[in-house]
């Protein structure tokens, strides 16, 4: 059973740049697919990035496409979530989770992270 905790979250000014990572244990990540989502209050989990088990592709929404950045560090077991030019609408909580196939619904993915807080002040 893989366990996911995520770190990097916080305040930040419009504009600015945060690096999320989440960090795995009790079992590797270099045999799942990693994502990353987002869900603020009131609103359904939203996928934000994949990437596959080598980091050979990866793929956004539309909402992040340009200014995020995954990346993972497979010896590390440690995926990395760079956020740039950030909006207040960026502003949720932010979690990491594992798959075992390429997929950007949340209900297919089997390990979540508890999630950090990013809010972007305008």
């Known amino acids: 059973q893989v366990q996911l905790v995520e770190s990097g979250g916080g305040l930040v000014q419009a504009g600015g740049s945060l690096r999320l990572s989440c960090a795995a244990s009790?079992?590797?990540?270099?045999?799942?697919?990693m994502g990353w989502f987002r869900q603020a209050p009131g609103l359904e989990r939203e996928f934000m990035a994949y990437?596959?088990?080598?980091?050979?592709?990866?793929y956004y929404a539309d909402s992040v496409k340009g200014r995020f950045t995954i990346s993972r560090d497979n010896a590390k077991n440690t995926v990395y979530l760079q956020m740039n030019r950030l909006k207040p609408e960026d502003s949720a909580v932010h979690y990491c989770?594992?798959?075992?196939?390429?997929?950007?619904?949340?209900?297919?993915?089997?390990?979540w992270g508890q999630g950090t807080q990013v809010t972007v002040s305008s």
């Open positions: 989770a594992a798959a075992s196939r390429i997929t950007t619904q949340s209900l297919l993915y089997d390990y």
């Open positions: 990437i596959t088990r080598t980091g050979t592709i990866t």
């Open positions: 009790g079992g590797t990540i270099s045999t799942y697919v």
